[in-house]
Nanobody
Framework: QVQLVESGGGLVQAGGSLRLSCEASGRTFSRYAMAWLRQAPGKEREFVAAITWSGSSTDYADSVKGRFTISRDNAKNTVYLQMNSLKPEDTAVYYC????????????????WGQGTQVTVSS
């Protein structure tokens, strides 16, 4: 079992930055690929970024490439999402998720979800 708790969301102006954190409980965190997904009001949940269990490989949605960076610290059971050059269209609830392989979490096939953290970008 893995429990995920996100933090770091908030209100920021366009062009600003935020760093989201997702802390996992359980001793098996390092076995999981991790992902960030988001859901804007009235829209379906979408993939944002993912990272393998070792941190050696990452994947990003085209809409965030070059602006967002996913990373992880297995010693701290934490995965991060550094978000720079934020745009109003990045406004959403951001969810942390865990799954067994990178391709699966990219496709939204995950075993565990966090409760989400709100990110609001004002224009």
């Amino acid at each position: 079992q893995v429990q995920l708790v996100e933090s770091g969301g908030g209100l920021v102006q366009a062009g600003g930055s935020l760093r989201l954190s997702c802390e996992a409980s359980g001793r098996t965190f390092s076995r999981y690929a991790m992902a960030w997904l988001r859901q804007a009001p009235g829209k379906e949940r979408e993939f944002v970024a993912a990272i393998t269990w070792s941190g050696s490989s990452t994947d990003y949605a085209d809409s965030v490439k070059g602006r967002f960076t996913i990373s992880r610290d297995n010693a701290k059971n934490t995965v991060y999402l550094q978000m720079n050059s934020l745009k109003p269209e990045d406004t959403a609830v951001y969810y942390c998720a865990a799954g067994d392989r990178l391709p699966k979490v990219v496709a939204g096939i995950v075993g565990y979800w966090g409760q989400g953290t709100q990110v609001t970008v004002s224009s």
